[in-house]
């Protein structure tokens, strides 16, 4: 029950560029990994990114990797989906969500080991 708000979202033109923020409140002791995840109507959710939030590791898939960044601040209130270069396919809804499973590595970007997720923030990309 760990209340996570995506913001950021909006419509942009091929080429540019969005600033997602996952807004992190009350007690985050379990978590242990914020991902990014998006989907597409019609389309099973996929994980773009995710990162751990005891070092900061990162992991990417394939089709955002070197156009997008995952961050976090400080505090680790707040975790950033820095994207650029957008692509029409990648027109989604984004959601982030928490995990407090240790050692997932690259099953980050797996969404059903995610337990809580945001509502979601709608990116839109136009040719």
């Known amino acids: 029950q760990v209340p996570l708000v995506e913001s950021g979202g909006g419509s942009v033109q091929a080429g540019g560029s969005l600033r997602l923020s996952c807004g992190v409140s009350?007690?985050?002791?379990?978590?242990?990994?914020i991902g990014w995840f998006r989907q597409a109507p019609g389309k099973e959710r996929e994980g773009v990114a995710a990162?751990?939030?005891?070092?900061?590791?990162?992991y990417y898939s394939d089709s955002v990797k070197g156009r997008f960044t995952i961050s976090q601040d400080s505090a680790k209130n707040t975790v950033i989906l820095q994207m650029s270069s957008l692509k029409p396919e990648d027109t989604a809804m984004f959601y982030c969500?928490?995990?407090?499973?240790?050692?997932?590595?690259?099953?980050?970007?797996?969404?059903?080991?995610?337990?809580?997720w945001g509502q979601g923030t709608q990116v839109t990309v136009s040719s």
């Open positions: 969500a928490a995990s407090p499973l240790l050692g997932l590595g690259w099953d980050s970007l797996n969404p059903r080991k995610f337990e809580s």
């Open positions: 009350g007690y985050r002791n379990s978590i242990e990994y």
């Open positions: 990162i751990y939030t005891g070092a900061g590791v990162t």
